[in-house]
């Protein structure tokens, strides 16, 4: 554990929002600064007062401080094992873990009280991905802490950040098992290659609502779009859909999608996956599907961006809905944080309103248990969904 003596004192008042455990602290509610402090380096916040409000790590930036602990506690070298353990605890409360899903989050940042630490647990292999340079420096830390709750049941530990951080390298802190790996994610089979894969190698965020598609999805014919590596197009083939087509515009990810079908003892022949632009391909498409997967990358990764993501997010949904046959089912998402649950909604009514179709709301999704959201920290609520039956 980093040393905790350096101080960081807030501007008279500015001291509430951690009072209330909000666990950012931003540059512009800091009175005086330490001037040993270092980019990742633990720091002790006070009041204008002198008064102790907690313990969290420094970052030069509009967030400067990510709290950890709040109050006089000083934190000590248990503190990374107790938090894990908690995570898993809940994890393990909310009967997430079984023998038929052996793949999910562990830690989810604020959520987990652990800002800027994410960790996803692939079966006997735990990804840490870090958004702070706190959590890389305690890198080793948190490896170890994963070890002591861990024991044995966890072989490797692959530490990913060089795509969120600067001058991260990506390297194994324990073990190195070779991938792809397969993982299993409610009975379904899936390969995970968290060295070149997206994020860390899977979206377990979408877990339950891919169970959801498959539930619904017999019968119908199937379009997933922004597919990666094919999750709901296996779980809508499981459900005895049809046909499905899986579109993404990278081929690496179409690679992964056909042999994830393949895996799953599904035919790629009947079932093609296309690399193609989905704006594209769904031009000239009407008639064709009854269910329709849209889940886009985030369009707005900051709220600089968000005007011109919900154009897109408008233009896609409008597309879909005038392409879906009738008592067609449309799941649309957003995974931008900065676009909130009513801008979403406000949004799908507008391309509603542009495809000129009858459409009513069946079901709101989110995030699983395994992403859960600090009651202090609801900026932490970032996946957005509605199942949509088209009439």
């Known amino acids: 554990m980093n040393d905790t003596s350096l101080t960081i004192e ?33 720091v002790k916040i006070v009041s ?26 000083i ?8 938090k894990v353990q908690a995570a898993l605890d809940l994890r393990q409360g909310a009967s997430i873990i079984s023998l038929k899903t052996n793949s999910w989050r562990l830690i989810h940042g604020e959520g987990d009280g652990l800002p800027g630490l994410i960790v996803d647990v692939y079966n006997d292999a735990a990804i840490i991905q870090a958004h702070s340079h706190g959590m890389h420096q305690d890198r080793h830390a948190i490896a170890k802490a994963i070890l002591g709750v861990f024991g044995k049941k966890i072989h490797t530990i692959y530490y990913k950040s060089q795509g969120t951080l600067d001058h991260a390298d990506n390297e194994y802190l324990h073990g190195n098992t070779a991938v792809p790996q397969t993982i299993l994610e409610h009975g379904h089979k899936f390969l995970v290659d968290w060295e070149a894969g997206q994020k860390t190698g899977f979206f377990l965020d979408q877990r339950e609502s891919r169970k959801l598609v498959g539930e619904l999805a017999k019968g119908r014919t199937v379009l ?3 597919c990666y590596t094919g999750g709901f197009s296996v779980y809508a083939l499981h459900g005895k859909a049809k046909l499905v087509h899986s579109v993404d515009a990278s081929d690496k990810a179409i690679v992964m999608a056909k042999l994830n079908i393949e895996l799953n003892g599904f035919s790629t022949e009947e079932n093609p996956c296309f690399v193609a632009d989905t704006f594209e391909f769904l031009k000239n498409k009407a008639g064709i599907y009854d269910l329709i997967i849209l ?3 985030a369009f707005a990764k900051h709220k600089d961006a968000r005007h011109q993501a919900m154009k897109g997010y408008q233009r896609l949904n409008a597309e879909a809905m005038r392409a879906i046959k009738p008592s067609g089912i449309i799941f649309t998402f957003s995974c931008s944080q900065v676009v909130d649950k009513q801008l979403f909604y406000d949004t799908v009514v507008s391309s509603a309103i542009q495809a000129g179709r009858n459409i009513k709301v069946l079901q ?3 995030q699983p248990a395994d992403h859960p959201v600090s009651i202090y920290h609801p900026e932490g609520e970032y996946l957005k969904g509605l199942v949509l039956y088209v009439e």
């Open 224 to 226: 997933n779009t922004f």
């Open 48 to 73: 204008a007062d002198s008064q102790t409000l907690g313990f969290g790590h420094y970052q030069k930036g509009s967030i400067t401080v990510r709290m950890l602990t709040f109050g006089d506690s």
């Open 295 to 297: 889940d886009p990358p």
């Open 75 to 82: 934190p000590d070298k248990n503190f990374y094992i107790q």
């Open 10 to 42: 807030l501007k008279k008042g500015k001291e509430q929002s951690i009072l209330r455990k909000h666990p950012w602290i931003f540059s512009g509610a800091i009175q005086q600064y330490n001037p040993d402090l270092t980019n990742g380096c633990w």
């Open 364 to 366: 709101l999704l989110g």
